[in-house]
Nanobody, 115 residues
Framework: QVHIVQSGGGSVQPGASLRLSCAVSGMNFRLFPLDWYRQAPGSQREPVARITSTGATNYTESVKDRFTISRDNVRTTLFLQMNSLKPEDSARYYC?????????WGQGTQVTVSS
């Protein structure tokens, strides 16, 4: 069974940085793409960033050049480095992967950007 535990997040001022982590177990981590999603109150969950098994990345337009997704295949951990945070980045962030036809999600971690 895939198990995902997230950490990081918090409340920061605009322009600050945060790093989210996502520890994944129960699957052959290095073989699968991984994603970060976010969901703001009253909005649908939206994709933020994706990293493939080979390390290729893509980002939603609003976070390009500010966020960096990365993975550590030895520690089976996914990261999201978020720089130059804006109030519109405030949301609950979720780690996601799809394994054997099923979607697996982390518990979510809150990011609040406010002055």
């Amino acid at each position: 069974q895939v198990h995902i535990v997230q950490s990081g997040g918090g409340s920061v001022q605009p322009g600050a940085s945060l790093r989210l982590s996502c520890a994944v177990s129960g699957m052959n981590f290095r073989l699968f793409p991984l994603d970060w999603y976010r969901q703001a109150p009253g909005s649908q969950r939206e994709p933020v960033a994706r990293i493939t098994s080979t390390g290729a990345t893509n980002y939603t337009e609003s976070v390009k050049d500010r966020f960096t997704i990365s993975r550590d295949n030895v520690r089976t951990t996914l990261f999201l480095q978020m720089n130059s945070l804006k109030p519109e980045d405030s949301a609950r962030y979720y780690c996601h992967t799809r394994y054997r036809g099923r979607d697996f999600w982390g518990q979510g971690t809150q990011v609040t950007v406010s002055s």
